[in-house]
């Protein structure tokens, strides 16, 4: 993307972004940013080092023998780069790439639509691929196998299929719930890739790259402190940069040091842990409503003002995986750590108690 498409697509986002500054889903115009920050090869990409090196071994073989690679499945958060190594597949194969997602694909005429329109070669992404309808996974079964689909002509006793050859092609699939997906899908993809969050220092390497791409003017304790805050994710640590750049363009010198980059996330509420204003809110409820808990999630939901499905899929994962909040079957609790980080003292209750099964089952863990 050129300087003026960039710039056009950066003002467009100042709109703001569904979900906060630290949700790892991209919305709308952002997405045209991020493709403006990424890598292109497999050389560029910081960090995944097994992966990029696993995928590098497949490529490679595929181009010696002349012939199209296993279909690869890649599978972890969102935000983590899925989409950006399905590009990287299709450039260095020197192939077209064709984009879809599993919740576009409603019927498996949908999907023969796609797979009749491939040529020899090209690489299909499919992102979501978990959310595809089960008569298309059913149809795509049959088409990474064999390079043919069978497609049915008129209904009931007078329908005739008709088998339709497609050219040999790759499919990448991604998905965020690797454990959705069929057995009979995983086990006929070739390659199986597991991204992992990233590193601290990954994503100070991250941050600078982009801050080189976007002009701005960053110091080693500036590029760390958004890398500290931005929760494993590339994703989110762009998005950080961008807004730290804001701020000190119309706030300060336009230098993103450590203390812009700490006076702007303060005043963007994410806090040197990388909790937001909803996970705070969370943790808030848990401990100085319900006294640490356990609560439903539907409650919890309520305490907070949002939807249970937000709370569930955007503060909770974060939350558990940094040891902040437990799932029991009797409902969510607060940790230590919790009680910690709010600068709050604990009650004395017995944590075993907690995870034990005895009392009421939470209606939401049902």
């Excluded at 986002?13 to 493709?35: F, K």
């Excluded at 706030?251 to 993103?256: F, L, P, Y």
């Excluded at 499905?309 to 040891?323: C, Q």
Aim: net charge negative; aromatic share 4%.
């Amino acid at each position: 993307m050129h300087e003026d498409e960039l710039a056009a697509a950066e003002e467009a986002h100042l709109q703001g972004v569904r979900g906060g500054l630290t949700a790892a889903e991209a919305e709308g115009d952002e997405r045209a940013v991020e493709a403006a920050l990424r890598p292109r090869s497999l050389d560029e990409v910081i960090g995944q080092g097994r992966v990029r090196a696993q995928l590098g071994l497949v490529l490679e073989a595929a181009r010696q023998r002349g012939r199209a690679p296993d279909h690869v499945l890649l599978s972890g958060p969102p935000g983590l780069g899925k989409t950006t190594l399905a590009m990287i597949i299709a450039a260095e194969l020197t192939s077209p790439l064709r984009l879809t997602s599993g919740p576009a694909i409603t019927h498996a005429g949908d999907l023969a639509s796609i797979l009749s329109g491939l040529n020899d070669g090209d690489v299909l992404f499919v992102d979501e691929i978990h959310r595809m309808s089960r008569p298309a996974e059913e149809m795509l079964y049959l088409a990474m196998e064999d390079f043919r689909v069978d497609v049915v002509i008129g209904k009931g006793p007078g329908a005739t299929s008709i088998p339709l050859d497609i050219p040999p092609f790759t499919l990448v699939g991604a998905t965020t719930r690797a454990g959705l997906l069929p057995g009979p899908l995983r086990d006929r993809f070739g390659f199986t890739g597991h991204l992992e969050f990233y590193e601290p220092d990954e994503l100070e390497t991250i941050v600078r790259r982009s801050a080189g791409l976007l002009g701005v003017e960053l110091t080693g304790g500036g590029a760390a402190e958004i890398a500290a805050r931005s929760r494993g994710t590339p994703r989110i640590a762009n998005r950080l940069l961008r807004r730290v750049r804001d701020y000190a363009q119309v706030r300060a010198d336009g230098v993103v040091t450590l203390e812009v980059a700490q006076r702007a996330l303060d005043l963007y509420e994410v806090d040197p842990l990388g909790l937001d204003r909803l996970d705070r809110a969370v943790l808030d409820a848990l401990c100085s409503r319900f006294g640490g808990g356990p609560v439903g999630l539907a409650t919890l939901a309520v305490a907070v003002g949002e939807e249970r499905e937000t709370v569930e899929e955007v503060a909770e994962p974060f939350l558990v995986r940094n040891g902040f909040l437990a799932r029991t079957p009797r409902g969510r609790i607060a940790t230590p750590a919790a009680w910690s980080h709010l600068g709050l003292r604990p009650p004395a209750v017995d944590q075993e108690q907690l995870f034990s099964i005895t009392g009421d089952p939470d209606p939401d863990e049902r």
